[in-house]
């Protein structure tokens, strides 16, 4: 009895060491560690998708007209009427992209630099005059307007974003985030030729795409998208200037399509 009761206050001075040492933090296992976010969430992808949908409508719409002279113009006959006889149905496959189905020339920094710095010149100081409304009222001009300001929301506030939706370079998107919003407006309404598809002049991008959505083909459907993915990488593996090539090339496919205008489309 004498011996139980000597214990006692050796287990009550342990317990109180116990209670005085720090606690060590507990382990954590490794499905327990909290993942990033991804860069691309299903919201922003959502948005490009239905962004992607109705640049497919105005290329269709514009097809009906057989006009051709704003957006299709860069696209080669069979492609056209290739686009054009896709069910609205398939349009959705076709936009489920993880980058944008339109060029805004991005990919171009020289050619954003010049855009941003000739958009001020000229402007009078007053609010009248900067928010006046734009005298083209065609639904291109509304689209590429929306675009714009979807393109500078993305850049301000995910810029990694914008580099794997538009192959939009670091600089680039420090000056289009920088850009006032009612100056964006004015770049859309003074650059007519502005939008545009993306990768015209590729001679696989947009025939798998359109093939290989009408046929519901969803592997090759899937090889036809990351086609796009490359294309952005090589984009901005040009424009970094660590990366450039010493050969002097025309990295913005805008240049190249402008290049073949001159020349015939019917291949």
């Not at 214990?7 to 327990?32: D, G, I, L, T």
């Not at 948005?47 to 080669?76: F, G, K, M, P, S």
Request: overall charge positive.
């Amino acid at each position: 009895m004498s011996q139980t009761q000597s214990e006692v206050p050796q287990v009550k001075s342990r317990v109180a060491a116990k209670a005085r040492s720090p606690r060590r933090a507990p382990r954590v296992r490794k499905h327990n560690i909290p993942a990033f976010a991804p860069v691309l969430d299903a919201a922003l992808l959502a948005r490009v998708q239905q962004l992607n949908i109705d640049y497919l409508e105005l290329l269709v719409a514009e097809h009906a007209t057989a006009e051709c002279a704003a957006q299709l113009q860069h696209l080669a006959p069979t492609q056209r009427a290739a686009l054009a006889a896709l069910p609205a149905s398939v349009l959705p496959a076709v936009a489920e992209t993880p980058y944008t189905l339109y060029s805004l020339g991005f990919e171009d920094e020289d050619f954003w630099a010049s855009i941003c710095a000739s958009a001020m010149e000229g402007v009078s100081s007053s609010v009248v005059d900067r928010y006046a409304r734009s005298a083209d009222a065609s639904a291109q001009y509304a689209f590429c307007n929306l675009a714009l300001l979807h393109a500078w929301h993305v850049a301000a506030t995910n810029p990694m974003a914008a580099r794997m939706l538009y192959a939009m370079p670091h600089t680039t998107a420090q000056r289009l985030a920088a850009t006032p919003l009612w100056q964006i407006a004015r770049i859309a309404s003074s650059h007519t030729a502005l939008l545009m598809p993306r990768w015209p002049t590729n001679p696989a991008f947009w025939p798998d795409l359109i093939r290989f959505a009408a046929t519901n083909d969803a592997r090759r459907l899937t090889t036809a998208r990351l086609l796009g993915v490359q294309l952005i990488a090589a984009e901005l593996e040009v424009a970094c200037p660590l990366s450039r090539p010493r050969v002097p090339v025309i990295p913005s496919p805008r240049l190249r399509a402008r290049k073949l205008q001159l020349e015939p489309r019917g291949r």
